[in-house]
């Protein structure tokens, strides 16, 4: 069964960084792709970068292209998201989830439990 566990969130101040962690167990394919998506109280949950676990390809969301980065290391089954120049608008839960190469929330079947990212002064 596949298995996803998230780590590294916590509360920072504009213009600050944080780096994401997401540890993966379970997998019997390459096909799938690891993403992160967030969500934040009365909005909709949004994806925001993904990575395939078997080419490293990756995908962002307009909105974080040039702050954040998302990277892999096979041998650890572990995804890393990077995120540097957070904005207040950044505040959510984000999630690790695995999925087809496509990266859409309802194409994702496997989910992680979430942690709170939170951008303020």
């Known amino acids: 069964q596949v298995q996803l566990v998230e780590s590294g969130g916590g509360s920072v101040q504009p213009g600050g960084s944080l780096r994401l962690s997401c540890a993966a167990s379970?997998?019997?394919?390459?096909?799938?792709?690891i993403g992160w998506f967030r969500q934040a109280p009365g909005k909709v949950r949004e994806g925001v970068s993904c990575?395939?676990?078997?080419?490293?390809?990756?995908w962002y969301a307009d909105s974080v292209k040039g702050r954040f980065t998302i990277s892999r290391d096979s041998a650890k089954m572990t995804q890393y998201h990077q995120m540097n120049r957070l904005k207040p608008e950044d505040t959510a839960v984000y999630y690790c989830?695995?999925?087809?190469?496509?990266?859409?929330?309802?194409?994702?079947?496997?989910w992680g439990q979430g942690t709170q990212v939170t951008v303020s002064s």
């Open positions: 989830a695995a999925g087809p190469g496509v990266c859409k929330v309802g194409l994702y079947p496997f």
């Open positions: 379970g997998f019997t394919s390459g096909a799938y792709h």
């Open positions: 990575i395939g676990v078997s080419d490293g390809s990756t």
